[in-house]
């Protein structure tokens, strides 16, 4: 029967039997990495594509050494293992894929030397995320983190309060997202994903300097939309007075994929529709994240549950 799989202390194992001692460093002080993987089944081919999954273990690695975190895994082993967690989900549908770095010692004490750090990755299924009428957001009453004070090119998992206040207020409020802005009154991203305007047949994201993760599906829109439909992308800070401007907006993320914004601070996103250019990149995304485009094979692991190809036949050997 399909089951989530995680790898835990060199181990292959259901979730619930990976345990970490309430003293872990990371458990009391957020001192974690994290990121999302998808693992897109497809019916017809019967198999799995993951995606972009080498730059998603190289930027977590580039994480670990801002916290100085030396895991005894390559990226190439840690995809090898997370290939292999699919494959012994039994599932045929999309799985997602959480790995996880973080401070093992059971330790209390704010610091970041002298501490061992360890890796882990759960495969599981999450529903799927429903955008089909276009979210309506507003921007958050919460200044989004500054990279001198949590580093935000990382996935930091204590970082992560930040968001999860902006997505309650906002949900409270009866909004599906919250805009958080820098301490400079900048855009910066919502509680998950990156942020996209349309503006005069341009996209415009907030550029590095402004507080964002990097997000690897960000850096995919905005390949795709100069290769492909010959749109030029601006990098750089956007004024929160842009967000009631804007032709269109969408969000981008990992899981959420591309995901249209039709209203945000009760103003309404262009016509309120979902627009030409949103549209246009959420269906060349999908097709390219989900591996149905040749031209970005270098961007695809592909997996067919019964085959070993791309797996490692003794994932333990990583933990010497």
């Known amino acids: 029967m399909p089951e989530p799989c995680a790898y835990f202390k060199g181990e292959f194992m259901?979730?619930?039997?990976?345990?970490?001692?309430?003293?872990?460093?990371?458990?009391?002080?957020?001192?974690?990495?994290?990121?999302?993987?998808?693992?897109t089944w497809d019916d017809e081919k019967e198999q799995f594509c993951l995606f972009r999954i080498m730059d998603h273990y190289r930027r977590q690695l580039d994480a670990c050494r801002i916290l100085r975190m030396q895991l005894r895994y390559t990226a190439t082993q840690m995809a090898d293992i997370t290939v292999e967690a699919v494959r012994r989900t039994g599932y045929r549908q999309n799985v997602y894929c959480r790995p996880v770095a973080y401070k093992s010692t059971e330790f209390i004490g704010v610091k970041l030397h002298d501490l061992?750090?360890?890796?882990?990755?759960?495969?599981?299924?999450?529903?799927?995320?429903?955008?089909?009428?276009?979210?309506?957001?507003?921007?958050?009453?919460?200044?989004?983190?500054?990279?001198?004070?949590?580093?935000?090119?990382?996935?930091?998992?204590?970082?992560y309060v930040n968001s999860a206040l902006a997505k309650t207020e906002a949900n409270e409020a009866g909004f599906d997202d919250g805009i958080m802005l820098t301490a400079d009154g900048h855009v910066s991203e919502a509680a998950v994903t990156n942020i996209?305007?349309?503006?005069?047949?341009?996209?415009?994201?907030?550029?590095?300097?402004e507080s964002i993760l990097l997000g690897i599906t960000r850096d995919t829109i905005i390949q795709l939309a100069g290769n492909e439909l010959g749109i030029e992308t601006q990098e750089r800070a956007v004024a929160r007075s842009e967000?009631?401007?804007?032709?269109?907006?969408?969000?981008?993320?990992t899981y959420?994929?591309?995901v249209p914004i039709v209203e945000i601070d009760n103003r309404t996103v262009g016509t309120g529709d979902i627009g030409p250019v949103t549209s246009a990149l959420q269906q060349l995304y999908r097709e390219v994240a989900t591996g149905r485009n040749s031209k970005y094979e270098a961007w695809y692991t592909f997996l067919k549950p019964e085959s070993t190809d791309r797996v490692l036949t003794d994932a333990k050997s990583h933990t010497t």
């Open 256 to 258: 959420a994929g591309v």
């Open 116 to 159: 061992e750090s360890d890796w882990f990755v759960v495969a599981t299924v999450l529903p799927p995320f429903s955008s089909a009428r276009g979210l309506r957001c507003c921007t958050s009453s919460w200044v989004r983190v500054s990279d001198c004070q949590i580093p935000t090119l990382g996935k930091i998992t204590g970082m």
């Open 243 to 253: 967000l009631y401007q804007a032709d269109e907006a969408f969000f981008s993320g």
């Open 196 to 209: 996209f305007l349309v503006k005069h047949g341009k996209l415009v994201t907030p550029a590095a300097s």
């Open 14 to 39: 259901h979730p619930k039997d990976a345990k970490v001692g309430i003293m872990t460093h990371a458990l009391h002080y957020g001192t974690g990495t994290f990121g999302g993987i998808n693992a």
